[in-house]
């Protein structure tokens, strides 16, 4: 948990105060800042306010990481056909609740060498309200589902819509986890139009880029076919996530 970002607000709106000789309005002022900063610090996983998130790979080589949310689901099967195709890896952030309901897929997952993480075990709407028991158990009981479906572990963690708290982040220290976020976030769950996706994640494209997309619908798997094409052309290789957090080992066969 980064509690300099509060020090140093908290320094700076005392300051201002003083300055200003206590003001009614500047107080007003103060706290309209403070609490717009920790809403803005909670949604944006790429400021690290709360926690220290992992969001690209600091490389000079033209590579990237492609990482899926929310599943296994089923379209993954498609996804998983398409990647063995390019013969590229990725990185599947997996919901407990739906490794229950597809485990075959789950393992498929494994079995063709992509890596996975951990996406809590109901990626719950009210996530960012939950207290840290709760998120403690969210993160550990995937863990276990993860385990006993698909005999592995894993030290990776992606909040689900990239919302980070202190008891988010509480959580992750608790469970030994690393955050991953990401640098380039497709939309792809609210966006309808495959081009605006496409273009959205192309534009934004960096050396050391992880895109974020979901492995949940038949828009996500077209814009995927016309992404791989993209790179090929542009002679972008892929990275897996556990290679830059843990370049030794992050998985481990049980």
Request: charged fraction near 25%; proline fraction near 3%.
């Amino acid at each position: 948990m980064r509690y300099y970002n509060f020090i140093l607000l908290y320094l700076f709106c005392n300051i201002f105060i003083y300055a200003f000789q206590g003001s009614f309005w500047v107080y007003v002022f103060c706290f309209l800042m403070f609490s717009a900063s920790v809403v803005w610090g909670s949604f944006d996983i790429g400021l690290g306010y709360f926690v220290n998130s992992t969001t690209h790979k600091r490389t000079k080589s033209k590579e990237i990481a492609l990482t899926f949310d929310d599943g296994p689901t089923e379209c993954t099967p498609e996804f998983l056909d398409l990647l063995k195709e390019h013969d590229i890896k990725a990185t599947f952030f997996c919901i407990g609740k739906q490794i229950e309901k597809y485990p075959e897929t789950f393992r498929r997952i494994i079995e063709e060498g992509h890596t996975v993480g951990n996406h809590t075990l109901s990626h719950a709407a009210n996530t960012g309200f939950l207290s840290a028991s709760k998120m403690i158990m969210e993160i550990e009981k995937c863990d276990d589902i993860m385990l006993k479906t698909g005999n592995i572990t894993t030290g990776l963690y992606r909040p689900p819509f990239g919302v980070t708290n202190p008891n988010i982040a509480l959580a992750i220290e608790k469970t030994g986890k690393k955050s991953i976020g990401w640098n380039v976030r497709s939309l792809d769950t609210i966006t309808e139009d495959e081009k605006k996706i496409y273009r959205k994640i192309t534009k934004g494209l960096h050396k050391g880029s992880i895109i974020l997309l979901h492995d949940t619908s038949e828009k996500t798997y077209r814009v995927l076919t016309n992404l791989l094409v993209f790179l090929k052309n542009e002679k972008y290789s892929t990275f897996t996530v556990d290679e830059i957090v843990f370049p030794d080992t992050v998985q481990r066969l049980k």
